[in-house]
């Protein structure tokens, strides 16, 4: 389609795709062309997002500043399911509608969570690394020794932070382990974690209680450094947390203090306060920690599937039609006044 001829102005303000040939193709059916580009720039982003009727984004900040800035904007769409890198409120004041994208990768994440679980549990990368390094012939059949203390799943207590839908998958990983579960989460009801085998507690109680601590609750302005030096200090010394959801959930160098210390026992990161980590990140040099880059999402599937959910929620919004996942439906009426 020719950008001349063309009816609306989609703009990707950044993404892990060198074009945006599956969104176009998407985007065509409402008469849209799609201008990519990868910047994170704050003016850089406020001059190619300036007329664009409508903006996908990965990573880069929609700012206040960003969203004064736009003409005819009418919808702002997140590649992934974390929408903290827009400021919705400057969108709804605008009367624009901003939508995350919620509807993929829930194995990807939780299977991710359950492999940081499991391998922090068994000590995998302790072990892969003894045996690379002789110490398996050195020792023989003690080398389990070195491994020390070596756990195992059944009957551990568990806490998922945010019940949604990976938290609700990674529950039930857990559960099949024969792990009780416990869950924090103030939007869940005690009777839909009941139907689900998950007991609700309140923050403190899963901290104290659970041996191994599982977040998955999107990062907004009540999460942020939700878990603290106060919640860390709480933890049992045997009790291990993972993170597959963002990094400003946790107070990383509270976190950094408590496995420094051997206050916990380890951690599992798929996210980081800054990404990517400092080349001097003294979590780089731990050994009770395993260090992933904020990959958990991806799949052979999930890499297209996020680029069409976003576009094809783009085309229903520019088409007049309801968009399936709003995270401020107050917009609509905002921009109807």
Not at 16 to 42: N, P, R
Not at 63 to 68: K, M, T
Not at 218 to 243: D, W
Request: one cysteine or more; hydrophobic letters at 40%; aromatic letters at 6%.
């Amino acid at each position: 389609m020719s950008r001349n001829n063309a009816k609306y102005e989609v703009v990707i303000t950044d993404s892990d795709f060198e074009d945006g040939s599956v969104e176009q193709d998407i985007l065509s059916g409402v008469g849209a062309v799609v201008k990519k580009h990868q910047t994170f720039e704050a003016e850089e982003i406020k001059r190619v997002t300036k007329m664009a009727d409508a903006i996908i984004t990965e990573l880069a900040s929609v700012s206040r500043d960003v969203i004064s800035n736009l003409d005819k904007t009418r919808v702002i769409v997140t590649y992934g399911i974390g929408y903290d890198n827009v400021d919705v409120n400057a969108a709804t004041e605008r009367g624009i509608l901003v939508c995350n994208n919620p509807d993929f990768m829930t194995y990807e994440v939780s299977e991710h969570a359950l492999a940081l679980i499991l391998s922090l549990v068994r000590r995998l990368p302790i072990s892969d690394r003894l045996t690379r390094e002789g110490e398996w012939s050195k020792q023989g059949s003690m080398i389990w020794v070195k491994l020390m203390p070596l756990s195992f799943m059944d009957e551990k207590k568990a806490g998922v932070v945010g019940l949604g839908r990976i938290g609700k998958q990674v529950a039930a990983f857990l559960q099949a382990f024969h792990t009780k579960v416990m869950a924090f989460d103030p939007y869940i009801s005690e009777e839909t974690a009941n139907k689900l085998g998950i007991e609700m507690v309140d923050l403190h109680t899963l901290m104290k209680e659970s041996d191994i601590i599982s977040v998955n609750t999107l990062l907004t302005n009540e999460t942020f450094h939700l878990i603290g030096p106060k919640e860390i200090s709480l933890m049992k010394r045997t009790a291990i947390i993972v993170n597959t959801s963002r990094g400003k959930i946790i107070d990383q160098n509270a976190l950094v203090e408590a496995l420094t210390s051997k206050k916990i026992a380890a951690a599992g990161l798929d996210v980081f306060e800054k990404e990517p980590l400092d080349a001097n990140d003294p979590l780089l040099n731990m050994d009770n920690v395993i260090l992933t880059p904020h990959v958990a999402g991806y799949s052979e599937k999930s890499i297209n599937a996020w680029r069409i959910l976003a576009a094809e929620e783009v085309a229903r919004v520019l088409g007049g039609h309801q968009p399936k996942h709003p995270i401020n439906s107050e917009a609509l009426s905002k921009r109807q006044s």
